[in-house]
């Protein structure tokens, strides 16, 4: 090998074995409680900062220019996103490869259950005699994830299950609150849109309340669900204007025209004139309020575009972080047994 070669390969051997070093140290004793993570009530907070710790360390290491390491050589991961997905499965897939994990991923047309009626029950049950040492799972139905994940050996991930939950976009979220305003207890958080069709919200809002903070809630009477203040502890506005004042963060949530969000509507139009956040809108927040959303964004609807390109926004950010988080994910649920 060229002597310049040789040393490259050297100092990036070296780099990983003193990461490696530094990530088995800031775990410590520390460990996941279940296999799964189907549901944000599968973590306490300590569970999150173990996460979160995680995260930081693999921020580094997705900047490196060399970004595969062997710490789960020899594993395997089903991505099984029976959705669309850019952000989530482009993260776990990229997120696996880096770790060395061999990953598969499976849609809805490229399985059996969609046009030979496969069961997901049946499903589960092949995976399992497969030996997948991970699945992630995106499913239209609310409990895919769950009933999945009691048939398998393997641990699951949800990537979101219908109008239900999406953890691990709720881990970025809160990550990327704690980096961006250095803690997440105490903040002030407005959270609006389209609430009723959000598994956004719904791992969103469980988070926070572990954390202490109680989100303002707001939107159309007919988007937000009747009795969410009484299930969790959070505040129900209709005007925008109102929730915006003197908060941390906006949180801006997709309108779900594909779930039925345009029958609970006058239109579009109608919406966004009410809930789109614009600059007028941001003005009322503190100074330096962050605009968060989850993506994909309908510009001019959830967001308008001047917010959305100023510096306000860390939507992108948002990304990077899914993706340092769902490493330190894959890492703790594979790795950990292993260590
Ligand atoms: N935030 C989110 O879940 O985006 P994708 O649908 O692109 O994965």
């Not at 990036?12 to 296999?35: A, H, M, N, V």
């Not at 001019?300 to 917010?307: A, C, I, P, Q, S």
Request: glycine fraction near 8%; hydrophobic fraction near 40%; proline fraction near 4%.
């Amino acid at each position: 090998m060229h002597p310049r070669r040789q040393k490259l390969w050297q100092e990036i051997g070296e780099w990983q074995e003193d990461f490696e070093d530094r990530l088995i140290k800031t775990i410590g004793k520390r460990k996941l409680p279940s296999k799964n993570i189907v549901s944000i009530d599968d973590l306490s907070t300590a569970n999150m900062k173990l996460i979160f710790d995680c995260a930081k360390l693999f921020k580094e290491f997705i900047i490196k220019p060399d970004k595969k390491i062997n710490l789960l050589k020899g594993m395997s991961q089903i991505n099984f996103f029976f959705e669309e997905s850019t952000r989530t499965r482009i993260s776990f897939e990229l997120a696996g490869k880096n770790l060395s994990v061999d990953t598969i991923n499976v849609s809805a047309s490229g399985s059996s259950m969609q046009k030979k009626g496969e069961t997901l029950n049946d499903t589960a049950r092949t995976l399992n005699a497969m030996h997948a040492d991970m699945v992630i799972l995106r499913h239209g139905k609310a409990g895919s994830p769950q009933m999945i994940a009691d048939k398998i050996k393997a641990p699951v991930i949800s990537g979101g299950d219908g109008w239900h939950e999406h953890p691990t976009q709720a881990l970025l979220d809160l990550y990327t609150m704690l980096e961006k305003r250095g803690q997440i207890s105490g903040l002030k958080v407005t959270i609006v849109g389209d609430i009723k069709h959000s598994r956004v919200a719904g791992s969103l809002i469980r988070a926070l309340n572990k954390f202490g903070v109680e989100p303002r809630i707001v939107g159309p009477p007919t988007l937000i669900p009747y009795g969410l203040d009484k299930v969790f502890k959070c505040k129900i506005y209709h005007d925008l204007d109102e929730a915006a004042k003197g908060v941390d963060v906006i949180y801006a949530l997709r309108i779900q025209l594909e779930r039925t969000a345009g029958g609970d509507i006058p239109s579009v139009r109608e919406y966004s004139k009410c809930y789109c956040i614009n600059h007028e809108r941001l003005a009322l927040a503190k100074f330096d309020a962050i605009v968060m959303h989850a993506g994909p964004i309908n510009r001019e609807v959830d967001l308008k575009t001047e917010v959305m390109e100023s510096d306000r926004s860390v939507v992108e950010d948002q990304v990077e972080n899914g993706y340092a988080v769902r490493l330190a994910l894959l890492y703790l649920l594979m790795g950990g047994e292993r260590r």
